[in-house]
């Protein structure tokens, strides 16, 4: 868990480049959507995590590194992979219990 003064430095503007391969998915009630993001193998894409909630969430791999705090209605931009074939869980680690995804590469 990363303070939060600190992970506010990494939220990021959402202006993307044409070229940049972005999905989106949005944080409301605790959970997300889509809960299932399928992304291209071996190449590095941008996640636009948009967390329409109150509160912040912790975006956090469980299948691979990766920490980021989203305050309450905001956006943060998070560069994930290259990744193999396979499925890469995450969480909000704020939520646990509901906040729950998958990346499944192909
Ligand atoms: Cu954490």
Redesign the pocket.
């Known amino acids: ?2 303070e939060l003064l600190i992970a506010a430095l990494f939220v990021t503007s959402t202006t993307v480049m044409a070229a940049e391969t972005r999905f989106d998915i949005s944080i409301k009630d605790h959970m997300f959507s889509p809960a299932e993001i399928t992304i291209p193998a071996n190449q590095r894409v941008k996640l636009i995590v948009s967390n329409e909630d109150a509160t912040p969430e ?1 975006f ?1 791999g469980e299948d691979f590194t990766l ?1 980021k ?1 989203i305050p309450g209605n905001s956006k943060a931009s998070i560069m994930v992979g290259p990744f193999e074939p396979g499925r890469y869980e995450f969480v909000g ?1 704020f939520h646990e219990d509901t906040a729950k995804g998958v990346l499944i590469v192909k």
């Open positions: 868990m990363k912790e956090e920490e705090v680690e």
